[in-house]
């Protein structure tokens, strides 16, 4: 089974990068992906970047896009959220998810069947 883990999370000034990892364990051969979403308290759990393990290829949310950075290291089985210029709306939880096998879409909470614990982003001002 797909078992998730995030780090990396963490409090910083507006402006400031941060790294966020998330380790895959039990990741099959065949087809898989992974998102990054994030959930503020009393908000609902919101896409981030989606990246396929096979080709690498990438989306993002309008809200992230040009600021962060998602990539793969096939061979250390991690997936890495680079944000760059980080602001307060930022401030949230951060989750990995994965997707094994063909889904109807990577961009809803519900396109996703394994979820790690989450890593806290606080951003200030």
């Known amino acids: 089974q797909v078992r998730l883990a995030e780090s990396g999370g963490g409090w910083v000034q507006a402006g400031d990068s941060l790294t966020l990892s998330c380790t895959v364990s039990?990741?099959?051969?065949?087809?898989?992906?992974t998102g990054w979403f994030r959930q503020a308290p009393g908000k609902e759990r919101e896409f981030v970047s989606a990246?396929?393990?096979?080709?690498?290829?990438?989306s993002y949310a309008d809200s992230v896009k040009g600021r962060f950075t998602i990539s793969r290291d096939i061979a250390k089985n991690t997936v890495t959220l680079q944000m760059n210029n980080l602001k307060p709306e930022d401030t949230a939880v951060y989750y990995c998810?994965?997707?094994?096998?063909?889904?109807?879409?990577?961009?809803?909470?519900?396109?996703?069947?394994?979820w790690g614990q989450g890593t806290q982003v606080t951003v200030s001002s």
């Open positions: 039990g990741r099959p051969l065949g087809t898989f992906y």
């Open positions: 990246i396929t393990w096979n080709l690498g290829a990438t």
């Open positions: 998810a994965a997707k094994v096998g063909y889904g109807l879409g990577y961009r809803a909470e519900s396109d996703y069947d394994n």
